[in-house]
């Protein structure tokens, strides 16, 4: 099979080419990213001369570019990771999320309808069906549950899902969508909750918790989210909606403590600041669809996850120092002698 891979250099993308590399080494991988703030080579450095993977740099909303590229490649799968992926950002400037989540993914749905893929998978997240009450532990989000957005962010990828969907009724584009819950692990980058908290820990830096920390989330190992999309792409039904998500509710409070007390630092770091606007309270994922149909099953706990994820980053600070320094986009020129 020949996979494109959309946001490679991303947290989740990076993890993901490197585990089709490892799983189905028969597979070819094309990488397409744009190498925003958020895309970094250095994270697939050891794979880079791999006889079955390559790069390209470019923009999943650029038609032209996008077109060609499909004419050229032939590809049988898209996997759309591809996106702004940061709720705050999507609070300070909403356009560049429209324009990338929205328009990005309407442009690869043409293509992948004009050159015939034979499957086009949509990347997507829990945060399209809003958020659930904190005291009512008995409610979870179903493929059924309706989308119900907060964010600029959440609207535009809710928005990208809709229209994925609407590719497949109208003109029979074999599409699947994944909405998974929040990941962690290896090659996060450091503006979202863990490895900014982790990265700032470990300088001695206050740790920015918003509101009284008591907002929930349900922690998905990036490992596991990948072995999740590998099922779907093989065993998935067409059409289908598949929520990703392991019963790992922790509060951010929770998590914070977690991360100080992995480290030995003292909760005096810890500092309430004001809450995020429109901050969804509580996400978690029903997986029972998953896991009856296609037999997924996480293999991390959040415990062990964790502190796995902790040894990452204290072992390698030389990838999140360099993102820290603004050095890790000098290496694209580097690499490419451009
Ligand atoms: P990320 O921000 O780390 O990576 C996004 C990647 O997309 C970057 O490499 C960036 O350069 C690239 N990109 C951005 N705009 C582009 C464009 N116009 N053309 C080509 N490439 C572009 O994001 P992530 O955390 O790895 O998330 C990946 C996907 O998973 C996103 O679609 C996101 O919505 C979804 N998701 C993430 C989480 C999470 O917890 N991180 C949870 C649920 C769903
Ligand atoms: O400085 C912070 N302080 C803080 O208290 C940051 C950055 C976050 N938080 C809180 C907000 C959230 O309740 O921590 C929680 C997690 O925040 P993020 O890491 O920004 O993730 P979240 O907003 O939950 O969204 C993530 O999961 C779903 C991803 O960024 C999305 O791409 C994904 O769709």
Redesign the pocket.
Known sequence: MKILV??????????FVHYMLEQHPEDGIVN?????????LESLADVESAPNYSFVK?????REFIMELFQKENFDVVV???????VDRSIVDPG?FV???VM?TQVLLDAAKEFGVKRYH??????VYGDLPLDRKDLFFTEQTPLHTSSP?SAS?AGSDLLVLAYCRTFGLPVTI???????GP???PE?MIPLMLTRALADESLPVYGKGENVRDW?H?KD?CAAIDLILRGGKVGEVYNIGGHNERTNLEVVRTILAALGKPESLIHFVADRLGHDLRYAIDPKKIEKELGWKPQYSFDTGIRQTIDWYLEHKEWWQHILDGEYSNYFNRMYKL
């Open positions: 959309t946001g490679g250099a991303g947290f989740i993308g990076c993890n397409l990213d744009l190498l925003t703030y958020a895309g970094n470019g923009d999943i909303a650029d759309n990771f591809a996106a702004e992926s940061h560049v324009r990338t989540n990005g949509q990347v997507s997240t829990d945060e962010y990828k994944s909405r998974c819950s929040n990941n962690y090659y996060q980058f979202k998905l990036v989210h």
